[in-house]
């Protein structure tokens, strides 16, 4: 029997230089089968004409016109638009916010730093669809608590000058749909950026610091001179994730606009667009030359992050 | 069996076989999933399954009528699938573009129909086995018109309309002194009412001046029209229609006669709930809604009339189709149940009875349920009014860029409304924008 199952393990036995493939293989079946294979698809897709419900044979080939028809699309422009708007407004306050705030947890908070890390970091794992339908309900133009709050707070003396008088439209107004979802983005990753920074700030030697005291440097001057010099790789970093997440932002804008981007499309991103063209408007191939051409705008400013904080370190 | 039992047979009396207890098991279990499996196989071969994909509150209708098939095929189950309506919808494009996971039929919502009509996915019912063009007069003529495809191919029959009416609070008409007739002349009376109405009460006339604008762009289509496009792709958003509705909402949100409020969502169901709007304009189903979930505090209190104007209109519709790259073995069977589920009275008056689905099947309109008084509607007899906003509601030509053309005017309307923006120049830019979107 010993026998039987060493001879038939002998036969069966991978040869060395397959391991490796059969080992990942799991993986890389995956990858070409829900990564790679729909990447291809939408750049053979970005080329054709196609409609969906007539099947995969009602292809036809169109060159490049999906793409002209794209850069001459306002709608695209304009979503381009909202998505640099968006990620600027929710994306520079989120470092701005997290870099000071993780220095004070860092310096002021020992014991209980982590529960107050934890704390900060809890919408980062909670559900898009969760915050997104809980903000609905905080936005809510005649029942919401942010609304409710500004009317209290507009009968006082001076804040009454200052605050409107009549509710606030959030979700619906043009003008404020961008700046309700700014809030809800910021809110969302601030914490996830303390955690980086958090990180980061452990990894500065406490000597130089010392030093830096011993030399009379204030607080200020310790900040600006070793923690911020000594944060710009993480800085690098984190801001090229916000910058890629920033562009690609879709479910909160998506939930909070209820699917189509709201009044006049103010909140409706690129990928929201991209997303619309295809499964509202069925317009796959356009909808995939959008996003490859949000992919080149995503590559270019992804480089120009990289050129600048390359630029920035190039002295030291 | 777990390891000890075969531990204790492996131990057991010496006259037996020394044959291994593992082998034996697996000998048995071997054994026995043949036995099972030529049981199952022997099944399958008799039993049939169709597929059904739907979504609220369809699913609902047609698990309602399983019970009614399986007593006529014992031998046929009914597979239901359902998902949310969107998911639904998007589900199914899928499955008729990959040909895959298709359902034997398909419940369709009306916003879609059309565009699967256009592209040819769904099979021509008017040729065999399925021979319906002669039953088709059976039903609303709008309904039918709206699945007539390019070469007078029939790809859906219909099982539910949606004739709209305007909901209006009494009590509420009571305290401005408002009539009936002051909200149904015409639209300028409607909007005058509401004048009367927010000043007298507080209450807003309507959700929102999106409404108003949806309903006046749908009076004076031209027969071979479409809501926003004619019979060659023209864009006709600069149309006097147009201009009067736009007009009308700008008047509406100028006197701040709407709540500025989205169907569907938690300001509007408390809108409802409150008392906060004073008329609705909307389908035979939404009465069905306050009813049991979005204000049946205000039982009685509400009447239904026909629209301003004279205007007809529908909100919503739901047929059922068959793929054409569905399983051929199964299209005869799914045409059966098809015809159950929308050719017979009962189980078109079933469906509207539990479901609130306005039936589309013209004969079940002389039922006594149609005039019978709605306790809701204070003893009002509805029904007869949705049943004559059906008959004459008007088919309209379908564009497959109706949806994009939707968002471009409302875009428009907002800048109306919110920043000031002329009406003349905010058609003309919409015009332009459906022009370049009109040949894609």
């Known amino acids: ?316 | 069996m777990d390891v000890g039992d075969a531990e204790d047979m492996a131990q057991g009396p010496v006259h037996e076989q020394p044959r291994s207890p593992l082998r034996r098991s697996l000998l048995v279990s071997l054994l026995a999933s043949l036995v099972t499996g030529a049981c199952r196989g022997a099944g399958a071969q008799d039993r049939k399954t169709l597929v059904v994909a739907a979504f609220p509150a369809v699913d609902e209708i047609v698990n309602a009528a399983i019970p009614e098939w399986k007593r006529r095929h014992p031998d046929v189950d009914i597979k239901l699938i359902s998902r949310q309506y969107a998911d639904h919808h998007t589900a199914m494009t899928t499955a008729l573009s990959t040909r895959t996971y298709l359902p034997d039929v398909m419940a369709l919502e009306v916003h879609y129909v059309g565009g699967f009509t256009r592209t040819g996915a769904l099979d021509d019912l008017r040729q065999p086995p399925y021979n319906f063009e002669a039953d088709s007069k059976r039903f609303v003529p709008y309904a039918v018109a709206q699945v007539t495809g390019p070469h007078g191919e029939l790809t859906a029959v219909p099982t539910d309309i949606g004739p709209g009416t305007l909901l209006y609070r009494t009590d509420i008409l009571a305290k401005a002194g408002v009539k009936e007739a002051d909200l149904t002349r015409s639209w300028e009376s409607y909007v005058d009412a509401g004048i009367k109405i927010k000043a007298a009460t507080g209450a807003f006339l309507i959700p929102n001046a999106h409404n108003i604008k949806e309903i006046v762009i749908r009076g004076g289509i031209k027969p071979g029209e479409g809501m926003y496009f004619d019979g060659e792709g023209h864009a006709l958003v600069e149309s006097p229609r147009f201009y009067r509705a736009f007009e009308l909402a700008r008047a509406v949100r100028q006197h701040e006669l709407d709540a500025k409020v989205l169907a569907w969502t938690s300001d509007w169901a408390e809108g409802f709930k409150r008392g906060s709007l004073a008329t609705d304009m909307s389908g035979a189903w939404a009465a069905g809604h306050l009813a049991t979930w979005l204000a049946p505090n205000t039982a009685g209190l509400w009447r239904a009339t026909q629209l301003p104007e004279g205007t007809y209109a529908a909100w919503g519709g739901t047929y059922f189709a068959i793929p054409k790259a569905a399983n051929p073995a199964n299209k005869a069977l799914a045409w059966e149940f098809i015809r159950m589920m929308t050719e017979e009275p009962t189980m078109q008056l079933a469906a509207f009875k539990e479901q609130n689905a306005f039936p589309a099947l013209t004969e079940t309109y002389s039922d006594p349920f149609f005039e019978q008084p709605i306790p809701f509607l204070g003893g009002e007899r509805a029904r007869e009014l949705w049943r004559d906003a059906a008959m004459h509601i008007k088919p309209v030509r379908v564009h497959k860029q109706d949806d994009f053309a939707e968002e471009v005017v409302n875009g428009e309307l907002d800048k109306v409304m919110e920043k000031g923006k002329d009406i003349g120049e905010a058609l003309r830019d919409a015009n332009r924008l459906l022009q370049i979107r009109a040949s894609r």
């Not at chain 1, 010993?2 to 995956?30: D, G, H, Q």
């Not at chain 1, 209290?152 to 804040?159: K, N, R, T, V």
Request: net charge neutral.
């Open chain 1, 1 to 316: 029997m010993t026998n039987i199952m060493t001879s038939l393990s002998a036969k069966w036995r991978l040869p060395p230089a397959w391991t490796p493939y059969v080992l990942l293989s799991p993986f890389i079946v995956l990858f070409f089968a829900f990564g790679l294979f729909p990447l291809l698809f939408s750049l053979y897709l970005s080329f054709h004409s196609w409609e969906p419900s007539a099947g995969l044979g009602s292809m036809q080939y169109v060159g490049l016109s999906n793409f002209t028809f794209s850069l001459q699309d306002e709608w695209f422009w304009k979503s381009l638009k909202n998505t640099f708007w968006l990620a600027a407004a929710s994306g520079i306050p989120q470092h701005l916010v997290a870099i000071p705030l993780a220095c004070f947890i860092h310096a002021a908070i020992k014991r209980s730093r982590n529960l107050v890390v934890g704390l900060y970091f809890m919408p980062y794992i909670t559900s898009t669809v969760a915050i997104a339908i809980m903000f609905t309900a905080l936005f809510s133009t005649n029942f919401g608590i942010i609304n409710l709050t500004i009317k209290e707070l507009a009968q006082l003396p001076i804040l009454g000058s200052i605050l409107p008088q009549h509710p606030i439209d959030w979700t619906n107004n043009s003008d404020t749909i961008k700046p309700a979802i700014a809030i809800v983005i910021f809110w969302r990753y601030v914490g996830f950026n303390i955690v980086l920074y958090m990180a980061a700030l452990q990894t500065i030697p406490a000597d130089l610091y010392e030093a830096a005291r011993m030399d009379g440097a204030g607080r200020l001057q310790q900040f600006w001179h070793i923690t911020l010099p000594s944060l710009r790789p993480i800085m690098y970093f984190g801001v090229t994730l916000s910058v890629i997440g920033g562009l690609q932002l879709f479910e909160e804008p998506f939930i909070l606009t209820m699917g189509n981007g709201g009044s006049d499309q103010a909140g409706m991103t690129a990928a929201v667009y991209l997303y619309r063209m295809a499964f509202d408007f069925n317009d796959f191939g356009a909808a995939s030359a959008m996003s490859w051409l949000l992919f080149a705008v995503v590559a270019a400013l992804t480089w120009l992050t990289h050129r600048v904080f390359h630029m920035r370190n190039s002295p030291t």
